[in-house]
């Protein structure tokens, strides 16, 4: 299978995309959303300070923490080499304007998305975390991963030849579209009740991790119940697959989709009972970024299956 530069480039930066998102979801387990106070300088400088010494005047000095500075700082710094990276696939898919433009205008929109989240992030910064701009930051980073994973599949689509029964395919894929509807509305739901938590932790005297969850109200109870839902769709994809004996690429992306939802409910089980682990908050987010690829990414292979059997 040899690439073109566009491929490649593409590939690339859905990966880096997701790494990002993992960055981000480190910034916000170490509490460094606010380790930069304005935007987009940190503390009135290009390269944010070491020292208490190096605080530029008109700052408080309560505001500064080293670490938590670097976190976000470092934060940005990938997330402008996101940019470049998106800059670059949306130049190099002027080649497929004309003989494949689904190309061509995916990418483009996925240059013009993350232009909008850098404002979007300047905003979250300025008005110091807002609650509803943080759940729209998370969504519009979904949107951009599963964009440029369109576009990335668009271009090397005739890498995935897959045949399969037409009547399978429809319920299949039915089913899948269920469970990215089901997995973009948990994701919500869990970003909602992040943020109660994030407020908790602001409060005066900030109660025991251990109560955390207690003191979200009662968004985690919907959160946690809607899970139930997830995990019936992806029980319901298992029982698909192994009816109708799958095989092949989609047998494999099937139990890998059956997988990750499993592995989000551990997950999400290892939070509550173990007082949010920073490590279990990060996996958490990464783990739920990956698997709306992986889904969206099934969703476009059995799409792709009826145009070659058309």
């Known amino acids: 299978m040899k690439l073109n530069a566009f491929q490649k480039t593409a590939i690339t930066t ?13 910034v916000r387990a170490a509490g460094a959303g606010l380790g930069c106070p304005d935007w987009p300088k940190c503390f009135g400088m290009w390269v944010p300070p070491t020292s208490l010494a190096d605080l530029p005047a008109g700052f ?9 500075t670097w976190i976000e ?8 080499v ?6 670059a696939t949306f130049l190099l898919s002027i080649r497929y304007r004309k003989k494949k433009p689904t190309v061509f205008y995916s990418s483009a929109a996925a240059f013009v998305l993350v232009l909008f989240q850098g404002w979007l992030g300047g905003v979250v910064v300025k008005t110091g975390l807002h609650e509803g701009l943080i ?15 369109y576009a990335t ?11 399969i029964e037409e009547r399978f395919r429809k319920k299949v894929l039915w089913t899948m579209w269920i469970l990215f509807g089901l997995t973009m509305i948990q994701l919500v739901l869990g970003t909602q009740v992040r943020e109660a938590i994030d407020v908790i932790k602001e409060v005066a005297n900030v109660p025991p991790r251990s109560l955390w969850i207690d003191q ?39 139990q890998w989709n059956v997988i990750l939802v499993l592995l989000q409910v551990l997950i999400g089980i290892g939070l509550y009972y173990l007082d949010m682990p920073r490590v279990l908050q990060v996996l958490h987010l990464v783990g739920m970024a990956i698997m709306v690829c992986a889904q969206f990414f099934m969703i476009l292979v059995l799409r792709r299956s009826a145009r070659l059997e058309s």
């Open 73 to 80: 700082y470092l934060n940005r710094l990938v997330g402008v």
């Open 216 to 254: 979200v109200g009662a968004m985690f109870p919907i959160h946690r119940s809607f899970s139930w839902l997830v995990i019936l769709a992806g029980v319901f994809l298992f029982y698909l697959l192994k009816k109708d004996k799958a095989e092949g690429l989609v047998m494999k992306l099937g």
């Open 153 to 163: 599949f668009e271009a090397t689509s005739d890498f995935f030849k897959v045949r």
């Open 135 to 149: 759940t729209a930051h998370m969504l519009v980073a979904m949107v951009i991963v599963t964009t440029l994973l």
């Open 14 to 26: 859905v990966g880096a995309t997701l790494f990002l998102i993992l960055v981000g979801g480190l």
């Open 82 to 87: 996101i940019g470049l990276l998106i800059t």
């Open 60 to 68: 408080d000095a309560s505001q500064f923490n080293v670490y938590k």
